[in-house]
């Protein structure tokens, strides 16, 4: 037995939304053998859009049951049928989370006449119920109304079953199948295709857009898990009707993932990702000239109109590269505010540093920017080779000079023994300190993946 269902809301999600009216139709795989429906008292205003789409109006509902009032009525038509309707997560989500409300516990298998339609039905040029019925003139005099749909729904699904020659349905309700747990829109081929390898996987909307961009060690379990529980918030239920088709991009490691998500989120700036889009540097190594002339750096907080010289993530690490400046070319740890006793550094304490005026300011200012020039000489450059993805390659990330180069894979018998040969083999991308930070991170939990080029 199937119940098939249709309802109107105040709203696109249940869970800040009430039920407004609700319609049953018993199927028996034949016939429609029973029907229910009602209108329903949501105890909160109906906005005026969706009074002008459904026509129910706050006076309409003002009379009618709450929804705990007619719960155990609903509960008992459903029970034990399975739960039909057009964008089935929608109408289920609704009524699930409302039962719940008025203390039943229920859940049931699921059939949506949407996908049901594209199988049975393929190459027509829109399934939404609307569509569908001028298309297989089925007649709705009560459209956007409850009883209206779901008697619309029960002659469509009728037809369905009376065509559905390769067993869809029953393939949809196997124990197994995951399939009705799917968004709407998108088609269970591209699950499919998915592979269980790290990498990067993209969501895209009706016309094509990249909506949604994320990085897995397994694909296909990372997006399957997209679709489970039951959140049932309004961005989640927006976010999975948008989703229409998937592609990827296979990753030899889980690093390389993190990095391609990085990259590709700053590129893409799809609608639903939240972070990465707005990294921003922590710190930065900044130059000014004091009021005697002296040229000084500094490490500080990262200064929106104030571009730095280089930039880090923690304080931390801009001291590192600052001491290994000051060291290499024999800067005034005080004029870089590494000191901030009241007295000279050391090197000032036996009369000879900028701090006591015993260095001119051009002499020390030529030091500064010499230090300035050839700061990339001081920091690292390095590749991690790693697993890539087939045993015939390795992949490869380069840092040069502190700075993310980019990555791609070598092939086990190319020749890439110095830097120059290494480039050949990668895609250059734009880099942040995200990236740097996170590929340096890995360098260090494990450095016998981490190739040094001098």
């Given amino acids: 037995m199937y119940a098939i269902v249709d309802i109107e809301t105040t709203g696109g999600h249940a869970a800040g939304n009430g ?3 609700i319609a049953i139709c018993i199927h028996d795989g034949t016939e429609v ?6 209108l329903i008292n949501p105890h909160k205003e109906i906005p005026i859009y969706i009074q002008a789409l459904t026509g129910i109006t706050d006076d309409m509902v003002r009379n009618a049951p709450p929804f705990k009032q007619v719960a155990q009525e609903i509960y008992e038509l459903l029970d034990g049928h399975i739960f039909v309707a057009h964008n089935v997560n929608f109408d289920y989500s609704f009524v699930r989370h409302h039962l719940a409300l008025a203390g039943y516990e229920w859940q049931s298998n699921k059939l949506c006449t949407v996908r049901l339609s594209r199988k049975i039905l393929p190459g027509l040029p829109s399934y939404s119920l609307g569509k569908l019925c001028k298309h297989l003139s089925i007649e709705n005099e009560s459209r956007h109304r409850a009883s209206g749909d779901a008697n619309a729904t029960a002659q469509l699904f009728s037809l369905l079953l009376q065509n559905d020659h390769d067993n869809h349905l029953k393939i949809a309700l196997k124990q197994n199948s995951k399939e009705q747990v799917l968004p709407p829109n998108l088609s269970k081929v ?37 679709f489970t529980g039951n959140n049932i918030g309004p961005q989640r239920q927006e976010f999975l009707r948008n989703i229409h088709h998937i592609s990827f991009e296979e990753c030899g490691t889980e690093l390389q993932a993190f990095v391609l998500e990085a990259i590709e989120i700053k590129r893409l700036w799809p609608r639903y990702n939240r972070s990465l889009k707005r990294f921003e540097h ?8 004091d009021q005697r002339g002296y040229l000084r750096l500094a490490i500080d907080k990262q200064r929106k109109h104030n571009p730095a010289i280089y930039t880090c993530n923690s304080i931390m690490d801009g001291y590192n590269l600052l001491n290994k400046l000051i060291e290499a070319f024999d800067l005034c740890p005080k004029l870089c505010f590494m000191q901030h006793t009241s007295g000279p550094c050391e090197k000032g304490s036996n009369g000879k540093c900028a701090c006591t005026g015993a260095i001119t300011v051009k002499a020390h200012n030529k030091k500064v920017n010499r230090a300035l020039d050839e700061l ?54 734009p880099g942040n300190d995200y990236i740097r930070t ?14 040094v080029f001098a």
């Fill in 190 to 226: 591209d699950i499919l295709q998915l592979p269980y390898t790290p990498g990067v996987y993209y969501f895209h909307d009706a016309v094509g857009k990249v909506i949604y961009v994320g990085k897995a060690r397994n694909i296909k379990k990372r997006v399957c898990s997209h």
């Fill in 376 to 429: 990339k000489d001081v920091l690292p450059t390095f590749a991690i080779r790693d697993a890539g993805r087939t045993r015939d390659e390795h992949s490869c990330i380069l840092i040069e000079k502190g700075q993310f180069y980019g990555m791609g894979y070598i092939a086990g018998d190319a020749e890439a023994n110095d830097l120059h040969q290494v480039k050949n083999f990668l895609t250059r991308y």
């Fill in 33 to 38: 053998v029973k029907r229910y429906s009602t």
């Fill in 19 to 21: 039920i407004t009216e």
């Fill in 438 to 451: 996170m590929v340096t991170n890995y360098a260090t939990r494990y450095p016998e993946r981490k190739v």
């Fill in 282 to 289: 922590a710190y930065g190594l900044y130059t000014f000239e």
